[in-house]
C-alpha cells in the first residue's frame, strides 16, 4: 500500500517568505507527527497530532511556526517569515494509533532552502 | 531529560565483517527503544524495537539489538554485513507524550 507522502520533495525560498509543507499520512493513521532534521543531526520532534487535534506541540521553535490538520488526514507544516536556520528537512510520520512503543511511518521529507 | 548518545559519527566496515553500532539513552522508566536507517532519498525506516520482555531482539534485514538496562545502552549488531546496508542509522527513545527523541545518528560505508 501507499506510505506516507511529503509534498513537494525540495522547496527553495527566500528570506522572510511563507512556505507550506504538505504530509498525506497512510491511510487510517490517527497519529500524525512532524520533525526537522537538520544536518548532520537525527530528528527533532515539532508537533504530534492524534485525529485533527495537535496533541503535543511543544517542539515548534517559536510562533513562526504552524501545523495544521483539519480533516484528520492530510497535515500542512506553516512557517512564516522565514529565516535561513530554517533550512532543514521536515520529516512527517503517521503511525495507525499513538504511544510511544508505536511504530512511526516516515515520509521522505521536504528539503526547504531558506536563501 | 530523555536523551539518546550515538558515540560514533561514522563507521567503515569490510562487506562480510561484523557490525557493531552503539546507542546510549538517558531515560527514567523502561524505556522504549528503536533503531531506524535511513537511506538516501528514502524516510526512515524501522529496523528493529525492544519494549520488555526478552532484552535480545531481532529486526529486519539480518539486524539484532540488545537491551543492556545496566550499561543503558541499545546496540544494534550484524553478523555480516552487505554493501547494501551502507546508511544513516539513528537510534531513538519513545516517551510518555508520544515524542520519539532520535540520537545524531551513525553513517555506515561498506568496503568491498
Known amino acids: 500500500g501507499a506510505g506516507v507522502s511529503q509534498t513537494p520533495s525540495n522547496k527553495v525560498t527566500e528570506k522572510g517568505k511563507y512556505v507550506e509543507l504538505r504530509c498525506d499520512p497512510i491511510s487510517g493513521h490517527t497519529a500524525l507527527y512532524w520533525y526537522r532534521q537538520s544536518l548532520g543531526q537525527g530528528p527533532e520532534f515539532l508537533i504530534y497530532?492524534?485525529?485533527?487535534?495537535?496533541?503535543?506541540d511543544s517542539g515548534l521553535p517559536n510562533d513562526r511556526f504552524f501545523a495544521v490538520r483539519p480533516e484528520g488526514s492530510v497535515s500542512t507544516l506553516k512557517i512564516q517569515r522565514t529565516e535561513r536556520g530554517d533550512s532543514a528537512v521536515y520529516l512527517c510520520?503517521?503511525?495507525?494509533?499513538?504511544?510511544?512503543?508505536?511504530?512511526?511511518?516516515f515520509g521522505p521529507g521536504t528539503r526547504l532552502t531558506v536563501l | 531529560a530523555q536523551s539518546v548518545t550515538q558515540p560514533d559519527i561514522h563507521i567503515t566496515v569490510s562487506e562480510g565483517a561484523s557490525l557493531e553500532l552503539r546507542c546510549n539513552y538517558s531515560?527514567?522508566?523502561?524505556?522504549?527503544l528503536f533503531w531506524y536507517v535511513q537511506s538516501p532519498g528514502q524516510g526512515l525506516q524501522l529496523l528493529l524495537k525492544y519494549f520488555s520482555g526478552d532484552t535480545l531482539v531481532q529486526g529486519i534485514k539480518g539486524f539484532e539489538a540488545e537491551f543492556k538496562r545496566s550499561q543503558s545502552s541499545f546496540n544494534l549488531r550484524k553478523p555480516s554485513v552487505h554493501w547494501s546496508d551502507a546508511a544513516e542509522y539513528f537510534c531513538?527513545?519513545?516517551?510518555?507524550?508520544?515524542?520519539?527523541?532520535f540520537g545524531t545518528g551513525t553513517s555506515l560505508t561498506v568496503i568491498p
Open positions: 497530532f492524534q485525529g485533527t487535534g495537535a496533541a503535543d
Open positions: 531513538a527513545v519513545g516517551a510518555p507524550g508520544n515524542q520519539f527523541y
Open positions: 510520520a503517521s503511525s495507525p494509533v499513538p504511544g510511544a512503543y508505536n511504530e512511526q511511518f
Open positions: 531515560y527514567g522508566a523502561t524505556p522504549y
